[in-house]
């Protein structure tokens, strides 16, 4: 079992641009929940998704951000129109249901210049 | 207002000493707590879970206390190793859905020779 993995694990983008951040969960896990982490700061939830349902997306911005966890394939966390204040590392975890602990992937950098 | 502080917001310890780090809440009502440590780019790696019932709970040189009256917790480190440099984050979570996680600002702890 490979964990829970996310790429890539850095990424560039130029103002304006779109970022897809991927992240496959654990073998048999249904839940994936993304968060978002600034320089020098903890970690802040944005959404939580199970399988082809968002379940609770009140920490992700109301524009530009979305995601999705298909049916098949990992998770989507979608930024269109990067700002700078974009930039932050993105990390994404699951776990097989509610009760169970999260395993956290070793996240995505998001760069904006 | 739930909250989770933790303390102090930096350590620096000599290599083979001991260290606790502290973190207290306002979570309520309160499900469990978890220690996290985070390595420098790495995603979170949890070190232990306590539910209401637990008070300690340890894992190799990590013991962890909770005191659910009082609302505290405490990570305690052993004999310390250089590989401990991290940021240690507390995470507390409430029972009011599976998403309800609080997360601490962490402590970077730096542990020289």
């Known amino acids: 079992n490979a964990g829970v993995m996310q790429n890539p694990r850095h990424l560039v983008r130029r103002r304006g641009q779109e970022a897809r951040l991927r992240c496959s969960p654990m073998?048999?896990?249904?839940?994936v929940y993304w968060y978002r982490q600034l320089p020098e700061e903890g970690l802040k939830f944005m959404v939580y998704l199970q399988k082809e349902n968002i379940i609770d997306e009140s920490g992700m911005p109301k524009e530009r951000f979305s995601a999705e966890f298909p049916k098949e394939g990992p998770s989507i966390l979608r930024i269109q129109q990067v700002v700078r204040g974009d930039s932050a590392a993105y990390f994404c975890?699951?776990?097989?249901?509610?009760?169970?602990?999260?395993?956290f992937g070793s996240g995505t950098r998001l760069t904006v210049v | 207002k739930n909250q989770v502080e933790q303390s102090p917001q930096s350590l620096i310890i000599l290599e083979g000493k001991n260290c606790t780090l502290q973190?207290?809440?306002?979570?309520?009502?309160?499900?469990?707590l978890r220690w996290y440590k985070q390595d420098t780019g790495r995603g979170p790696v949890s070190l232990t879970i306590m539910t209401f019932s637990e008070n300690t709970k340890s894992n190799g040189r990590y013991t962890a206390t909770l005191d659910a009256d009082t609302k505290q917790s405490s990570l305690h480190i052993t004999a310390s190793q250089l590989s401990d440099s991290a940021s240690y984050i507390c995470?507390?979570?409430?029972?009011?859905?599976?998403?309800?996680?609080?997360f601490g600002t962490g402590t970077r702890l730096t542990v020289i020779p």
């Open positions: 073998k048999g896990h249904s839940h």
């Open positions: 973190c207290n809440y306002t979570v309520s009502p309160f499900s469990n």
């Open positions: 995470v507390v979570r409430d029972q009011t859905g599976a998403n309800n996680l609080f």
């Open positions: 975890a699951s776990s097989p249901d509610t009760d169970y602990g999260y395993t």
